[in-house]
């Protein structure tokens, strides 16, 4: 049973994969988004510090796809297409 709470603050210190996000039989349908929602701003928010030299280049990138996939799975839609920042 995961740290809901806690996943939806910070959800790479619950969840290894997001993908483990959508297998967990614990979490309600608006939880998982909730978390992967999360996930895919953080990703976004290390995009950007690694764009401006504040952080070493991390596979980031790779993982928010996946991000972006499990909403998929869930039934949500590309958040932040057309936004005027990564952030969305």
């Known amino acids: 049973m995961a740290n809901v ?14 993908k483990d996000v959508l297998n967990d039989k614990t979490l309600t349908r608006e939880e998982k988004i909730d978390i992967l929602r999360r996930w895919a701003y953080d990703e976004r928010e290390l995009a950007v510090a690694e764009e401006e030299n504040m952080m070493t280049p991390a596979s980031n990138g790779t993982i ?6 499990s909403l998929l ?13 990564k952030q969305g």
Do not use: I
């Not at 709470?5 to 997001?18: M, N, T």
């Not at 928010?64 to 996939?69: F, G, H, P, Q, S």
């Open 64 to 69: 928010l796809d996946e991000v972006l996939e």
């Open 5 to 18: 709470e806690l996943a939806k603050l910070d959800p790479s210190s619950v969840f290894k994969r997001p």
């Open 73 to 85: 799975a869930l039934g949500v839609d590309h958040e932040g297409s057309g936004a005027p920042t």
